[in-house]
């Protein structure tokens, strides 16, 4: 089946530093690759997105790239922010089939000044 | 409306009682979906709607569960008979089409089943 794996958290990181959150998945088919952001309090929001191999999404200083090779689409920014703390998800959408988003089980970002 | 309204914001029940769970999608949005949050966890898909047309209801996980969008807008999500370990966050998301397009959640509703 399609499934989705990322590093557990909390990821704790002082300000200005650089953040990785490894992302892999598993799907039959061709995956269109996501990272939601739910901030305290909110809802899930769009982040970066990529829907082929070899694309870079980007938003607000972050960056993921569809590796299809590695099956991994990890999250990354150069330096993080007090305000990026938050919870992140990766998820994926078939191109077939279900249209559903499939997600990982998320992972808290803990950003300290 | 704004963004995608979700009605109550939280939900006490005690167990074996009905609840009604509501979903207003940005106006226009085509396609509806439901997906369940435990604790700790990701969202998990349980039902998608491609205007008032119940496509998907695959991830319902008892009969128990049943949701409908009877005009192509609003959405509720009903639980019968209620039980603990249907405490969760129940997410509700819409986006303006089927393919690929962004889909925007609501905060959800936390039903805490006592």
């Known amino acids: 089946g399609n499934s989705v794996t990322q590093m557990e958290g909390p990821v704790t990181l002082s300000e200005e530093a650089f953040l990785t959150i490894n992302c892999t998945y598993t799907?039959?088919?061709?995956?269109?690759l996501f990272w939601y952001v739910q901030y305290p309090g909110e809802g899930l929001q769009l982040l970066l997105k990529?829907?082929?191999?070899?694309d870079k999404g980007s938003n607000k200083g972050f960056e993921a790239t569809y590796r299809k090779e590695t099956t991994s689409f990890h999250l990354e920014k150069g330096s993080v922010q007090v305000s990026d703390s938050a919870v992140y998800f990766c998820?994926?959408?078939?191109?077939?089939?279900?249209?559903?988003?499939?997600f990982g089980s998320g992972t808290r970002l803990q950003v300290q000044p | 409306g704004a963004g995608v309204s979700q009605s109550p914001r939280y939900k006490v029940a005690k167990r074996g009682q009905d609840v009604a769970l509501r979903c207003d999608p940005i106006?226009?949005?085509?396609?509806l979906f439901w997906y369940q949050q435990a604790l700790g966890q990701g969202p998990e898909f349980l039902t998608y709607f491609q205007n008032e047309a119940q496509l998907d209801k695959s991830g319902l996980p008892s009969d128990r569960f049943f949701a409908e969008r009877p005009e192509g807008s609003v959405s509720t999500l009903k639980i019968q008979r209620t039980q603990q370990e249907d405490s969760a966050v129940y997410l509700c998301a819409s986006s303006l089409a089927q393919e690929n397009t962004e889909a925007f959640f609501g905060q959800g509703t936390r039903l805490t089943v006592v």
């Open positions: 998820a994926l959408i078939l191109d077939t089939g279900r249209r559903a988003l499939t």
């Open positions: 990529a829907t082929k191999a070899d």
């Open positions: 799907a039959t088919g061709y995956p269109s």
């Open positions: 106006s226009g949005h085509v396609s």
